[in-house]
């Protein structure tokens, strides 16, 4: 199994991108490749190599899955499906600054909803999904973050901030340039 | 920031004895605290005696489902004729759970010492320990944990001179709550989609490669190692209530109390000591109206119910709930119980791997009929529609998600109906819009 010519939607659009540049040279290359040998499989590298490709590029193109897929020896088809099953990756381009607001029941009897509309006034985006105009910022709800003893617990790119309240997020936003 | 709340004089201080205390999180600083001791013990005994000990103490696992934890060691098989594995369910998602969080945050070489003794006990030279991807603080600790961990030899190829190899890999999950279900972790370690399997075959006799594989929580694999130090009896001698149920728990307690968060108590409590004493009971001016005992996923009880109930397996069961995670959600009487359970259900809709009709369908309704009677658009029918689709989400699929949503539903339209009636009488105010 490679990644080869018209193997799937995903191909079909890596066309676009013919400025792409693959992820997987050098250190990021070496850094996947030392993960092999913890695993009986390649296979199992998909999780942390999807890692890899959003850390680098912030999204994890079509481009970026044929190219997950021809690294680990997998179908380009098969690493979309498993790409879009997992909320964490992200399928377009989104804000420099990723905000995700726990707003599932511990955290939804605590305000967390009007930290969301907080969230929402002060990055600019409006709505839920939505970038802001100058690119900062994208807010979304996201389901338990397994921290609800201390809403509401605010996941900003890799920052966990917890106890936030709509007081709080103009200071917290202050930080994330 | 730091844990949350000083110790109460009634709580058993073992897996959390070290929370807030930042020096325990190395390994000489674990060391130092009595650490290891567990381990270096185990690996001077056979397979069978590390899990006949486990089996003694009484230990069931502390993810949910309440399994004897020695049992499920003792299906592994004797002999390894292929890798054998131990996962280490990090994944800790369930509404309501944060307790393995902060044995990850504070003690991670206690949970790295358990996983180390269960290896040894089943036969496994390799474990995978699968945290959830938004526990980013957490997966830099335990990262650091084992680093170091192998440069003091508690891992590797040669475990404190024994000649035993054990590795850890540290798994990093990326957005799935299902994962957490042990078959649909298996295959997330495998690089595919969180799909629960079927089972049998269980983990035991095919599970990741197909290969011999347990699966236990933080909280469980973080008990072995006192266990070995402390002896089976000490952690038996740790009950309260039902004999069935032995050791300390934590619970997680979060909503509308005064002082939320993990409380370490001996199984067989007095839920009302830890809603009203220990966790300061409810804001000023306030009344319990609901505690949601186990993680979401178990049925509500009332304020009534939780007067004489004692926290453990069977005391739980006893008011027809369940222990479940330890994940306890009070609710006082500002809260609108229609609206909440319709926030449940809307996150097992979007948590649901989409398998089973039963749950794909199932869940993605029932959170749409809810959404129209708080919308203030309920049909007369609309109750016993919900229960009838609960039912038919019951015990028909692969996991039990689908129960999960049917669970906080079923329960709440038993226990406060005359919530849900406001709405679809039209005596109280809709709080959604109609689509």
């Known amino acids: 199994m490679s990644g080869t010519p018209g193997a799937g939607p995903a191909h079909a659009e890596a066309h676009h991108e013919e400025s792409y540049q693959p992820v997987f040279v050098g250190a990021v290359k070496a850094r996947l490749e030392a993960l092999f040998p913890q695993y009986p499989t390649r296979q199992a590298c998909l999780l942390p190599a999807l890692w890899m490709v959003q850390e680098e590029r912030g999204w994890i193109s079509p481009s970026a899955i044929g190219e997950v897929a021809e690294v680990l020896g997998l179908t380009p088809a098969f690493v979309k499906g498993v790409v879009t099953f997992y909320t964490m990756y992200h399928t377009h381009p989104v804000g420099r600054h990723f905000i995700q607001v726990c707003t599932t029941s511990p955290c939804n009897i605590c305000g967390a909803e009007d930290v969301v509309k907080a969230f929402l006034q002060h990055t600019g985006c409006g709505e839920l999904g939505a970038t802001s105009k100058d690119g900062r910022f994208t807010v979304i709800e996201v389901e338990c973050l397994g921290a609800c003893g201390f809403a509401t617990p605010v996941l900003i790119d890799d920052d966990f901030i917890e106890g936030v309240t709509p007081e709080r997020v103009p200071g917290i936003l202050q930080g994330y340039k | ?252 307690v979060c909503g509308h109390v005064q002082r939320p968060g993990n409380y370490e108590v001996v199984m067989g409590t007095p839920m009302r000591d830890l809603v009203y004493d220990m966790c300061g009971g409810m804001r000023p001016g306030r009344a319990l109206k609901a505690v949601i005992p186990g993680g979401s996923s178990v049925p509500i009880m009332t304020a009534a119910e939780i007067e004489d109930c004692a926290m453990d397996y069977e005391g739980i069961a006893a008011k027809g709930s369940m222990l479940g995670s330890g994940g306890m959600i009070v609710m006082d009487d500002s809260t609108d119980i229609v609206y909440q359970v319709m926030r449940l259900a809307r996150f097992y809709a979007h948590e649901s791997c989409a398998q089973c009709t039963q749950c794909r369908e199932g869940t993605a309704w029932t959170t749409r009929i809810l959404e129209r009677i708080l919308a203030g658009a309920g049909k007369a029918e609309d109750l016993a529609l919900l229960l009838d689709l609960a039912d038919n989400m019951t015990g028909k699929t692969i996991c039990v998600l689908s129960d999960s949503c049917a669970a906080p539903v079923v329960s709440a339209i038993k226990k406060f109906r005359g919530e849900f009636d406001a709405y679809l009488n039209r005596t109280r105010r809709p709080v959604m819009v109609a689509v």
Not at chain 2, 108 to 135: K, N, S, T, V
Not at chain 2, 221 to 246: E, F, M, N, Q
């Open chain 2, 1 to 252: 920031m730091g844990y949350p709340h000083p110790s109460h004089a009634k709580e058993q201080l073992v897996l959390s004895k070290h929370f807030g205390d930042a020096g325990a999180r190395t390994f000489d600083g674990w060391v130092k605290r009595g650490g290891y001791e567990g381990l270096k013990r185990a690996l001077g005994m056979t397979r069978d005696q590390v899990v006949e000990i486990v089996k003694a103490s009484g230990l069931r696992g502390r993810g949910g489902a309440g399994f004897p934890t020695g049992l499920k060691w003792s299906f592994m098989p004797k002999e390894v004729t292929k890798p054998h594995y131990l996962v280490c369910n990090a994944d800790e998602s369930e509404p309501g759970t944060f307790k393995d969080r902060e044995i990850i945050r504070w003690t991670p070489h206690q949970l790295l010492e358990g996983c180390a003794i269960a290896a040894h006990a089943i036969g496994a030279e390799r474990i995978y320990i699968y945290i959830r991807g938004e526990f980013t603080a957490e997966h830099r600790i335990l990262t650091a944990a084992v680093e170091d961990a192998y440069r003091s030899g508690a891992l590797g190829g040669n475990v404190f001179g024994s000649g035993r190899r054990i590795d850890v890999v540290v798994h990093r999950g990326a957005g799935a709550y299902i994962c957490g279900e042990e078959t649909a972790m298996m295959n997330s370690i495998e690089g595919k989609r969180g799909n629960p399997r079927i089972k049998p075959p269980f983990p035991a006799a095919a599970g990741l490669w197909a290969c011999p594989t347990t699966i236990n929580n933080v909280e469980t694999l973080a008990a072995i190692g006192h266990i070995l130090v402390r002896g089976a009896d000490w952690y038996k001698g740790l009950c309260l209530s039902s004999p069935k149920s032995t050791g300390t728990k934590l619970f997680s």
